[in-house]
């Protein structure tokens, strides 16, 4: 969320006692001495930074039990210190109709009312007022005099403050632990997806050299079907050869001899004469996972046999 | 004055994280299909190269079955032989059982392609012999 003071915002005063508002647009909020712990101190150290630093051992001793955020400006030779819980403002915006998101800036009463002098009325029971340097809301009574606070033509303060609406549940630096544990998540993963990408540009091309060292074709599909041409040549070579050896060391009955072996490219035949029987030499050939086409004629038995 | 809330930090880290897990996811994906590939390429050249090697060898089976046929046994055969481009015709008749039997062996341990193959019994110890060789 980006906050950002900008003149023509409506500034509203947030304080408990106000009435509901209907917000339209972006709001500036300047909060109510009541939803603030403020200390004016002097300090030995030369920047903000270094204070803020301290400023939750500052406030240890008077501050209540809760979740604080803290704030620190410096004033002339001294410092603004300021403690506020998150939650209560956020409860307090939204129980008035003030939604986080329409929030331009939101600043304390103290940096904005403080280079004022008299007394300002709020509403019928609270006015504002300086006391010793310090801007504090006190019962209408106790001042006489008070001229209305005029809002509309505040001109915005630079010390403005953004609400950690989780404060109560994470304090901050539990949000940066978190940052870091997801950002170092994040150079672990985009490492590791670096890393694959290379291994798997690496195999790529070691693929194409696979193509080159076996001088293969352009294409897969052109290798698978080269490669599926030449095993069918390959099976069909091998079962000739085992079909043939088979042949010739079939036990033939006495009188019975091969007088013919021939092949043409598909069917294998194999002529066997003497034959007066056929039924053993078929069964032999069963045995060892052929199953010929058989003809018997003037006892020569044909045998074919498709590759 | 802009300042950043840190809830939408840790959102864009978050988001962040996300986008980068499911680019992993893709990578490893494309990583494993890479590898399936490369697996598959290797195992077809290396087949492919092997029977090429075996079966479209021309040059080294033109010189093996010439190697095979100018054998001291076969010499009296009296083999005709017919070399094309694409083929080599070998037909011998009245061969004796012996050279048979040589040229036989030779030719079935050896890894040609044999495309035709006729052996017909003339006598006892005889026999005619054709076969073509494709390359």
New interface residues.
């Given amino acids: ?5 900008k003149n023509s915002y409506k500034t509203i005063f947030l304080d408990p006692f106000m009435e509901s508002v209907q917000v339209e647009g972006k709001v500036n909020i300047v909060l109510s001495p009541s939803l603030y712990w403020v200390k004016k101190i002097s300090l030995p150290v030369k920047y903000v930074r270094e204070v803020k630093k301290l400023l939750p051992s500052l406030f240890e001793d008077i501050l209540p039990a809760g979740h604080y955020s803290y704030y620190a400006y410096k004033e002339g030779d001294e410092y603004m210190v300021f403690a506020y819980e998150d939650k209560i403002i956020l409860e307090l915006m939204a129980e008035k109709g003030i939604s986080p998101s329409g929030v331009a800036s939101i600043s304390f009463a103290q940096s904005e009312f403080s280079s004022l002098e008299g007394a300002y009325t709020i509403d019928d029971k609270q006015i504002l007022m300086i006391k010793d340097g310090i801007v504090i809301v006190v019962p209408s009574y106790w001042v006489k005099e008070a001229v209305p606070l005029l809002l509309d033509n505040l001109k915005p303060y ?1 010390h ?1 403050i ?1 609400l ?3 404060n109560h549940i994470l304090k ?1 630096s539990g ?2 632990k ?2 870091f544990v ?2 170092f ?2 150079i672990i ?2 490492g ?2 670096l890393i ?2 290379n ?2 540009t690496h ?2 091309d ?2 194409s050299l ?2 080159t ?4 074709k352009p294409t ?1 599909m052109q ?2 079907a ?2 599926t041409e ?2 069918k ?2 099976e069909k ?1 091998t079962k ?2 085992e079909y ?2 088979i042949f010739l060391k079939l036990h033939l009955a006495k009188g019975e ?9 598909k069917v294998l035949s194999v002529i066997i004469k003497g034959v007066t029987d056929s039924k053993k030499i078929v069964q032999a050939l069963q045995r060892k996972g052929i199953y010929p086409q058989t003809r018997l004629k003037n006892s020569v038995l044909t045998l074919e046999i498709t590759l | ?10 959102l864009f ?2 988001l ?2 996300v986008f ?2 499911m ?2 996811i893709d ?2 994906e ?2 494993h299909e ?2 399936n ?2 697996e ?3 195992q ?6 092997a ?2 090697k ?3 060898n021309k040059t080294k089976e033109k010189k093996e079955i010439l190697r095979i046929l100018s054998h001291p046994v076969l010499k009296s055969a009296n083999i005709k032989k017919e070399i094309t481009s694409t083929n080599i015709h070998i037909s011998v008749k009245n061969m004796d059982i012996k050279a048979l039997n040589y040229f036989m062996g030779k030719l ?1 341990n050896a ?11 003339t006598d006892e110890n005889k026999a005619t012999l054709e076969v073509k060789i494709k390359w």
């Fill in positions: 969320m980006f906050t950002k003071f630079k403005t953004v950690q609406q989780f901050k949000f940066y978190i940052g997801l950002l998540l994040i993963i985009f590791e997806w694959t990408r291994k798997a195999i790529a070691q693929r696979i193509f060292k076996y001088d293969l897969m290798n698978r080269i490669n030449l095993r040549v390959y070579q000739l050869r043939i050896g001899k091969i007088s013919y072996i021939g092949f043409d490219s | 004055m802009n300042r950043l809330n840190p809830l939408y930090v840790g880290l978050l962040l994280l980068f897990i680019k992993l990578a490893k494309e990583l890479e590898k590939l490369y598959k390429t290797l077809t050249a290396l087949d492919t190269s029977l090429k075996a079966f479209a079935l890894t040609f392609n044999i495309t035709m193959l006729q052996i017909k019994k």
